[in-house]
Each structure stands twice: as C-alpha cells, then as structure tokens.
C-alpha cells in the first residue's frame, strides 16, 4: 500500500521560497507518476509539476510556475520534492502530494493518480 505524507507548507510573503517534502512509501514499480497538486479556495484542483520515472525521466510544470519550482526526487529517501522559488500570492493554497504507479502520465497530469493514491496536503500561503 503506497503512502504518501506531506511537510514544508507554511507562510511566506511574495518573492520568498518554500519546500515542499512528500515522503512516499510502499512504491514498488520502477516506473511511477509523481506530482504535486494544489487547489486555491473556491477552485479546482491543478497540476502544478509532475514527474515521470520511466523512459529516462519526464518532467512537466504548469505554465503558471515555470521557472519558479523545481520537481525532483530523492531516491535514497524515497522522496518527492518541490522547490518553489519567487512566490507569488497567487500561489497560494492547499499542495497535494500524489502517486501512482504503472501509470499514464499524461493522464495522471490531467486528471491526477486515478488509481494512485493522495497525500493529505500542507497549506501554502504567501502574503502579498
């Protein structure tokens, strides 16, 4: 069963940084979907960056933070990272760690792990 806990939310004002941990256990596949999700009040949930790590490794970000936040992976410690650099108010909201294996990526981008599993989420707030 795969688990997935998320820590490094907090507050922050406009231009500074944060990053976000999801210590992931019980991934068994080699090939697996891992992203991170968030969901402002009153929207919807939206990818924010993804990351492939079959076929050499894929990575993907929302336009809305390119350049700004790093995905990457720490395998030694089984866990997902998202760097996130020069917020912006707008980035504001809950960030959902998530995880699916034997996954479609493009799918898993667009509709989130169908048949993985979420994390619980840490709030992010940056003050303007």
């Known amino acids: 069963q795969v688990k997935l806990v998320e820590s490094g939310g907090g507050s922050v004002q406009a231009g500074g940084s944060l990053r976000l941990s999801c210590l992931a256990s019980?991934?068994?596949?080699?090939?697996?979907?891992l992203g991170w999700f968030r969901q402002a009040p009153g929207k919807g949930r939206e990818v924010v960056a993804g990351?492939?790590?079959?076929?050499?490794?894929?990575?993907h970000y929302a336009d809305s933070v390119k350049g700004r936040f790093t995905i990457s992976q720490d395998n030694a410690k089984n866990t997902v990272l998202l760097q996130m650099n020069n917020l912006k108010a707008e980035d504001s909201g809950m960030y959902y760690c998530a995880a699916e294996e034997s996954c479609v990526f493009a799918y898993f981008l667009s509709e989130g792990p169908g048949f993985g599993t979420w994390g619980q989420g840490t709030r992010v707030t940056v003050s303007s």
């Open positions: 990351l492939f790590t079959g076929d050499g490794g894929k990575t």
């Open positions: 019980g991934l068994r596949d080699s090939s697996n979907c």
